[in-house]
T-cell receptor, first 113, second 110 residues
Framework: DAGVTQSPTHLIKTRGQQVTLRCSPK?????VSWYQQALGQGPQFIFQ???????QRGNFPDRFSGHQFPNYSSELNVNALLLGDSALYLC????????????FGDGTRLSIL | GENVEQHPSTLSVQEGDSAVIKCTYS??????FPWYKQELGKGPQLIIDIRSNVGEKKDQRIAVTLNKTAKHFSLHITETQPEDSAVYFCAASITDGLTFGKGTHLIIQP
């Protein structure tokens, strides 16, 4: 039973560029959430997607956007990258029915130069 | 919004001893409290969770207690083993997005 998978594992970009990160949820899950984890900190909630719609959003600017596809996989897009966007980006999946728990992938390490 | 405080930031215990990590939350509407373990280079792994209608939950060497009145919850690990060494995060949720604490680095001394 495949867990949550994310790609790529590592990425290096420069300031001002745009990036797309990808996530496949755990088998049977229909809801995807994205988190940003800075070094030495706990993950911070970016947003959640269900039925291809953004259902809830944390305190992140509009530069952060997402998409969910009919097969429940998801993308996180970040525009106009800043040095402060360097972090581990985590995807978590869950079942909408009954909500939690959320299961996490191993993340994409994004470095901005 | 919700705010979660976690203590201590580092905890060192002798192998075989117990470890306790404590968290407080600010929003009384929070109703779901998971604990995650994160090893180096990996994503957070759910180890136990508790909902607001339950005061305590146990799973082998791991237990979580919840005090809704005081708005705090704790993780208890008994008979610690070297493989328990990791960073542990508590979290709280009202609806969907989880609010995490800053983490506790648990070190198991041989």
């Amino acid at each position: 039973d495949a867990g949550v998978t994310q790609s790529p594992t590592h990425l290096i970009k420069t300031r001002g560029q745009q990036v797309t990160l990808r996530c496949s949820p755990k088998s049977g899950h229909d809801t995807v959430s994205w988190y940003q984890q800075a070094l030495g900190q706990g993950p911070q909630f970016i947003f959640q997607y269900y039925e291809e719609e953004e259902r809830q959003r944390g305190n992140f600017p509009d530069r952060f956007s997402g998409h969910q596809f009919p097969n429940y996989s998801s993308e996180l897009n970040v525009n106009a990258l800043l040095l402060g966007d360097s972090a581990l980006y985590l995807c978590a999946s869950s079942l909408a029915t009954g909500g939690q728990p959320q299961h996490f992938g191993d993340g994409t390490r994004l470095s901005i130069l | 919004g919700e705010n979660v405080e976690q203590h201590p930031s580092t905890l060192s215990v002798q192998e075989g001893d117990s470890a306790v990590i404590k968290c407080t939350y600010s929003d009384s509407a929070s109703n779901y409290f998971p604990w995650y373990k994160q090893e180096l280079g990996k994503g957070p792994q759910l180890i136990i969770d508790i909902r607001s209608n339950v005061g305590e939950k146990k799973d082998q060497r791991i237990a979580v207690t919840l005090n809704k009145t005081a708005k705090h919850f704790s993780l208890h690990i008994t008979e610690t083993q070297p493989e328990d060494s990791a960073v542990y995060f508590c979290a709280a949720s009202i609806t969907d997005g989880l609010t995490f604490g800053k983490g506790t680095h648990l070190i198991i001394q041989p």
